[in-house]
């Protein structure tokens, strides 16, 4: 179970940084592909804006790679379970403000990631 909760939050630190590259780099190139809910002409204008939000999620990645790199058990747990929950909120709050998509991206993984920490 160990490795599927390591394997898993490993899976949404890659998502964050995913979200960081498109963000930070690709905004006004790949970003109308993949946020087709905002019009074209608003990606170069939100340029920086999406840079801000990019930065964020590479905060957010390297939380959770912090975590899968600490040896103690406890300190690995704590942190995990609280970059994990970060992702959760955010991705909550994207649900409710933004899409629901969002939640299915963003926060379920995030979501399953915890219970099975708190469960084992």
């Known amino acids: 179970m160990e490795l599927l909760i390591k394997i898993l939050t490993g899976l949404v630190a890659v998502l964050h940084l995913y979200f960081l590259y498109l963000e930070m780099f690709a905004w006004t190139t790949k970003g109308p592909k993949v946020f087709k809910t905002i019009p074209p002409e608003l990606f170069k204008s939100t340029k920086t804006m999406a840079a801000n939000q990019g930065l964020y999620n590479g905060f957010l990645a390297a939380g959770l ?56």
């Open 65 to 120: 790679f912090w975590g899968l790199l600490i040896t103690d058990p406890l300190w690995q747990h704590n942190v995990s379970l609280f970059f994990l929950a970060c992702v959760a909120i955010a991705g909550v709050y994207g649900a409710a403000t933004v899409s629901k998509r969002i939640f299915f991206i963003q926060a379920l993984p995030a979501l399953v990631a915890i219970i099975l920490l708190l469960i084992f």
